[in-house]
């Protein structure tokens, strides 16, 4: 995915540079002012939440290395919203005020996001919809997809109960992610495609602002209700989320864990999953990601049109009915099995940073220990 991603920046130069500033019919920055990257314009990313480690650690560093490879004059401007709507929308009031050229919007709320990307559209100001998709007809959107991390996710959890022998009648428990989060309606929509008819939902939550606190919560109403001996494996949306339903289930008094999915690859997610706590969690390559947001930002300041590079472009609708030009990546499944070929290899964690004290005797690092 890496090196794919670096064919589509390479190809998005070579575009910018033949082209600069000129007006086309792609971008919203055909009906507004075009900037040019030999002079560089201000670009605004603002990102939703700080309880997922993932935003400030990966997605903000990568998207400012990868503007500044691309454009070495603009200016980034910076904010997290942390899961506030209101927040958000004052940032990103805050942003336009300040004259920002392009704006690239990861939404606390994709509905209320409308306003935001309406507000800049008036002004001229193109919109990169990035992880989720803000409503109001943005200009390109980049993310994974959706539906499919879900069904990964699904898959997985089947995968594991299968490998445990489970019967045919096991109960599980799903924890959603937040409802105000478009995403979290997708992965929730593909985890029932596979799960449905195959396993006995016997609850099933959605999380506020994907609260690892009130999933703990909702897993300690679950067990109330079930009992925990009788939950066979429990769906949970992210990495977050799946630390809280193991904080419960050891609260619980429950020794031997069910298998709990989970997303992002988050540090302390990989160790769990290293450490048996955690079945599998979703690696979602965010440099990718990021780097094509930044084409994306590119083209839309300047007025060219993004073609996806190898990846293509597709056309989807957001939740307003509008039509919008998106690049949708293909998320990875990642139990024990498969940490040392993702998040190791791409550099994402070190052997180290896995494999501090509390996991040097698991199996995984006494094997990368050895090698």
């Not at 992210?238 to 809280?244: I, L, Q, V």
């Not at 999915?261 to 979602?284: N, P, S, W």
Request: with cysteine; hydrophobic share 40%.
């Amino acid at each position: 995915m890496l090196r794919g991603a670096a064919a589509g920046a390479a190809a998005v130069l070579a575009l910018l540079a033949t082209g600069c500033g000129a007006t086309t019919t792609g971008g919203g920055a055909a009906d507004g002012e075009t900037h040019s990257v030999d002079e560089g314009f201000t670009v605004g990313l603002l990102l939703p939440e700080s309880k997922t480690a993932r935003y400030d650690k990966f997605d903000k560093p990568y998207f400012e290395e990868a503007l500044a490879e691309r454009c070495e004059k603009c200016e980034l401007l910076y904010q997290n919203a942390d899961q506030q709507t209101s927040k958000q929308q004052s940032q990103a009031e805050a942003m336009l005020t300040d004259g920002v050229d392009v704006l690239v919007l990861d939404a606390v709320d994709s509905e209320a996001a409308g306003g935001i990307v309406k507000n800049a559209q008036s002004q001229g100001v193109p919109v990169v919809a990035y992880d989720r998709l803000a409503e109001g007809g943005v200009d390109y959107y980049v993310s994974f997809d959706n539906k499919e991390v879900g069904r990964v996710q699904g898959r997985a959890l089947l995968e594991a109960l299968d490998k445990a022998k489970a019967d045919d009648d096991a109960e599980i428990v799903m924890i959603n992610g937040s409802p105000t989060d478009p995403n979290a309606g997708d992965f929730k929509a593909g985890a029932h495609e596979v799960l449905d008819g195959q396993v006995e939902i016997a609850q099933e939550f959605d999380t506020p602002d994907w609260s690892p606190d009130r999933a703990q919560t909702q897993m300690e109403q679950a067990i109330t209700s079930i009992g925990a001996d009788d939950i066979a494996g429990v769906y949970s949306a992210n990495d977050g989320m799946a630390a809280g339903i193991v904080a419960a289930l050891k609260s619980a008094g429950v020794d031997d864990l069910p298998p709990i999915t989970g997303q992002d690859a988050e540090l302390a997610g990989i160790q769990r999953v290293v450490a048996g706590e955690q079945y599998m969690t979703v690696y979602k390559s965010i440099r990718p990601e990021a780097e094509i947001a930044a084409d994306m930002a590119v083209a839309a300041a300047t007025g060219e049109e993004y073609d996806g590079g190898e990846h293509g472009i597709s056309k989807i609708e957001d939740g307003s009915g509008e039509e919008v030009s998106a690049v949708l990546l293909e998320p990875v499944s990642v139990t024990v099995d498969q940490v040392e070929e993702t998040v190791v290899s791409d550099g994402f964690y070190t052997v180290e940073e896995i494999c501090t004290e509390d996991y040097a005797d698991t199996d995984f690092c006494k094997e990368m220990s050895e090698s």
